[in-house]
């Protein structure tokens, strides 16, 4: 009975979104008569200076502080508010990088509202301005629901190619996918695994270009798993994700975790598994939570501990994780580390039904017919 809580493994992403990065190469001035040019290596900038010449309108310092924000460091505290202050000065300078940027900090709700109109003006503005990868942030706009649904596949696709044919990383990426998925194409899995090998010949990336190194990489693996115009290799395709894995992106810390806990490619390892779910977790990854609730509700690799099922669950829920909201359902309704309550139960059943979890409308009936049966016999 306890094993009917939902352990979600190896899907493929329904969404091909990026986070809250650009993935715009920094454009250095080129004017001759500028001295910053000739004797300013920001890289070798502490925030401080950068700061000094942002304050003073230097656009490049600007962007650069930007970025420090929006990715974080050892040093410097991830700060969404921060980064999208200095994006906005190097954009009202004309920086296309800055409106790239900006563009993916509302398609993304990073530190703002999530809205598309905006990130397609920002990216819009990019593209004005001499922008390439931004065509691969407004692509993702329209895959995101942005303008006519009866064109957005079209436009998607339209403007990948773009950003595809500049040679961008992260445009040869999103080609992949559109061609894995048929998104405005014919589905062909032979050319989206030629697009992700493309990106993955690049082998030490820029830093807004590590999500479309990473992200190709992950989908060459679950396309090895899954047997995509390729025979089936575990092994292969943990290699991929392991690739992914050590470079901190969480899917793919999570997809490895994956790997080790049913044994593909591997002898299972529910010690292995737990690392590097509890990698992916401390980033704050639903899925990776979700998973070290469902061992530590069955007891694999660990003690059965439903009180830390329980936790970990409602840390996955709280991002809207709808497997976590209906696992919480379960532990509601028969008291597994929690005390049981069939409303509360009721209220995360609700919540996965209204995902679309499948089992959660008749989980929905059944706890109503418990409660009605209480209520008479009381």
């Given at each position: 009975?306890?094993?009917?809580i939902?352990?979600?493994?190896?899907?493929?992403?329904?969404?091909?979104?990026?986070?809250?990065?650009?993935?715009?190469?920094?454009?250095?001035?080129?004017?001759?008569?500028s001295?910053?040019?000739?004797?300013?290596?920001?890289?070798?900038?502490?925030?401080?200076?950068?700061?000094?010449?942002?304050?003073?309108?230097?656009?490049?310092?600007?962007?650069?502080?930007?970025?420090?924000?929006?990715?974080?460091s050892?040093?410097i505290?991830?700060?969404?508010?921060?980064?999208?202050?200095?994006?906005?000065?190097a954009?009202?300078?004309g920086s296309?990088?800055?409106?790239?940027?900006?563009?993916?900090?509302?398609?993304?709700?990073?530190?703002?509202?999530?809205?598309?109109?905006?990130?397609?003006?920002?990216?819009?503005?990019?593209?004005?301005?001499?922008?390439?990868?931004?065509?691969?942030?407004?692509?993702?706009t329209?895959?995101?629901?942005?303008?006519?649904?009866?064109?957005?596949?079209?436009m998607?696709?339209?403007?990948?190619?773009?950003?595809?044919?500049a040679?961008?990383?992260?445009?040869?990426?999103?080609?992949?996918?559109?061609?894995?998925?048929?998104?405005?194409?014919?589905q062909?899995?032979?050319?989206a695994?030629?697009?992700?090998?493309?990106v993955?010949?690049?082998e030490?990336?820029e830093?807004?270009?590590?999500y479309?190194?990473?992200?190709?990489?992950?989908?060459?693996?679950?396309?090895?798993?899954?047997?995509?115009?390729?025979?089936?290799?575990?092994?292969?395709?943990?290699?991929?994700f392991e690739?992914?894995?050590?470079?901190?992106?969480?899917?793919?810390?999570?997809?490895?975790?994956?790997?080790?806990e049913?044994?593909y490619?591997?002898?299972?390892?529910?010690?292995?598994?737990?690392?590097w779910?509890?990698?992916?977790?401390?980033?704050?990854?639903?899925?990776?939570?979700?998973?070290?609730?469902?061992?530590?509700?069955?007891?694999?690799?660990?003690?059965?501990?439903?009180?830390?099922?329980?936790?970990?669950?409602?840390?996955?829920?709280?991002?809207?994780?709808?497997?976590?909201?209906?696992?919480?359902?379960?532990?509601?309704?028969?008291?597994?580390?929690?005390?049981?309550?069939?409303?509360?139960?009721?209220?995360?059943?609700?919540?996965?039904a209204?995902?679309?979890?499948?089992?959660?409308?008749?989980?929905l009936?059944?706890?109503?017919?418990?409660m009605?049966?209480?209520?008479?016999?009381?």
């Open positions: 009975m306890r094993r009917i939902q352990s979600i493994l190896l899907t493929a992403a329904a969404l091909f979104l990026v986070g809250c990065t650009t993935r715009q190469e920094q454009a250095q001035p080129e004017d001759e008569n001295q910053a040019e000739k004797v300013v290596n920001y890289s070798e900038l502490s925030i401080d200076e950068l700061e000094v010449l942002g304050y003073d309108g230097d656009v490049e310092a600007q962007y650069r502080l930007g970025q420090l924000y929006e990715y974080g050892e040093d505290d991830q700060d969404f508010d921060l980064a999208r202050e200095w994006y906005e000065r954009a009202k300078q296309p990088d800055a409106w790239t940027a900006l563009g993916y900090f509302y398609l993304n709700g990073c530190g703002v509202e999530t809205s598309l109109d905006q990130a397609a003006s920002d990216f819009q503005q990019a593209i004005s301005l001499g922008s390439t990868e931004a065509n691969a942030g407004l692509a993702r329209y895959l995101s629901g942005y303008g006519d649904p009866a064109q957005q596949a079209q998607a696709f339209s403007y990948a190619s773009i950003s595809e044919e040679g961008d990383l992260d445009g040869i990426c999103l080609m992949g996918y559109l061609c894995e998925q048929g998104i405005g194409c014919e062909n899995y032979e050319q695994m030629e697009y992700y090998q493309r993955l010949e690049t030490e990336p830093l807004t270009d590590e479309a190194w990473n992200e190709a990489a992950t989908r060459l693996g679950t396309m090895y798993v899954e047997g995509k115009g390729v025979e089936t290799d575990e092994r292969q395709a943990l290699s991929y690739m992914a894995a050590d470079r901190g992106y969480r899917m793919a810390q999570y997809l490895v975790g994956v790997m080790y049913n044994g490619g591997m002898d299972a390892d529910y010690g292995e598994a737990m690392r779910y509890q990698l992916a977790a401390d980033q704050g990854y639903a899925p990776a939570l979700n998973q070290i609730g469902y061992l530590y509700f069955n007891g694999y690799g660990v003690d059965v501990d439903y009180e830390e099922t329980a936790y970990y669950q409602k840390l996955s829920a709280m991002y809207g994780y709808g497997p976590a909201q209906l696992n919480l359902g379960y532990l509601y309704e028969y008291g597994y580390g929690v005390e049981q309550d069939y409303s509360v139960a009721m209220a995360y059943y609700q919540m996965a209204d995902q679309g979890m499948e089992g959660a409308q008749e989980a009936s059944r706890v109503s017919a418990e009605q049966e209480a209520a008479q016999a009381g």
